[in-house]
């Protein structure tokens, strides 16, 4: 037999033993995988627990009074959406930097030729983040309960909150996929992680947006942070839904169609790299 004939039968072999296995499986194994490695990352758990947990009684010691004397409603709302977005997005980069690393490694190579779906890999991914997010944000609520916190619309609404914060979870990972896969990835997602510092000052969680002057309301008011907060905020404290909400869906879907090509087109190169 050629040597072309041995790499077809062997092309055709490996494409019959990986459609053995569902997308749905794969993608569940390799969530799994991920989440039960970050949990052992002392950078991930700081990141997406420790790190937003510590803020949000901050943010309640330091700024809770004066905000909710602006007439934005009790800050602890505010603050625990505010947070919340902060653990899924400072989260995404602590991540990112981990697939750099897979990357450098060399390890997305060999998973690459595993026998399983290949883009159960990058569903897996986003699963997890998706996760995680879900995680990190259950326990701010745990947290702000003492702080005054309550599920003042029902529990159903409170779990659609947590919802929230796990549905934006989806775009930032998308985009940090894109750009972690890249030749420069790790400084890349370095200065994302800048860009989300700046975000975290900047937004309606942090003080009403009235507060901040004319010209920057509308970035404030529109920047993707701000929706998603007071989605979150109306579902537990009370107040308009419809209109954030909307706004919230369509930059999770603007941020995963424009950088969802680009994060399977990039994982695929960085591995075949690696």
């Not at 899924?88 to 990112?96: I, L, N, Y």
């Not at 595993?114 to 897996?124: C, D, W």
């Not at 779990?159 to 989806?170: D, N, P, R, T, Y």
């Not at 989300?196 to 942070?225: D, H, K």
Request: net charge positive; aromatic share 8%.
């Amino acid at each position: 037999m050629s040597q072309a004939q041995t790499a077809s039968v062997a092309a055709t072999a490996s494409s019959v033993t990986r459609s053995r296995v569902g997308l749905g499986t794969q993608s569940t194994v390799h969530a799994a995988a991920l989440l039960r490695a970050w949990s052992r990352d002392p950078a991930v758990v700081v990141q997406a627990i420790v790190f937003p947990a510590f803020l949000l009684v901050m943010f309640q010691l330091v700024l809770g009074e004066t905000v909710t004397a602006m007439g934005g409603g009790d800050s602890v709302y505010g603050n625990v959406g505010l947070v919340a977005l902060v653990g899924t997005m400072f989260g995404t980069v602590s991540t990112g930097l981990s697939l750099t690393a897979e990357r450098e490694s060399g390890l997305l190579g060999r998973l690459w030729t595993l026998p399983v779906p290949r883009i159960g890999f990058i569903t897996g991914r986003l699963l997890a983040e998706i996760v995680r997010t879900g995680i990190g944000t259950i326990i701010l609520f745990m947290v702000a309960i003492p702080m005054g916190f309550r599920f003042e619309q029902g529990i159903a609404l409170g779990v659609a909150a947590i919802g929230v914060a796990m549905l934006c979870s989806l775009g930032w990972a998308v985009l940090v996929i894109a750009l972690a896969t890249v030749s420069s990835g790790k400084q890349i997602v370095t200065h994302l992680g800048a860009l989300f510092l700046l975000m975290l000052f900047f937004n309606s969680g942090f003080v009403p947006v009235t507060e901040y002057p004319g010209w920057l309301q509308p970035i404030v008011r529109y920047q993707p942070m701000s929706p998603a907060i007071d989605t979150m905020s109306s579902l537990t404290e009370g107040g308009a839904i419809a209109a954030p909400l909307a706004l919230t869906l369509l930059w999770v879907a603007g941020m995963t169609v424009v950088f969802g090509g680009l994060a399977v087109r990039g994982y695929r190169r960085a591995a075949e790299n690696s």
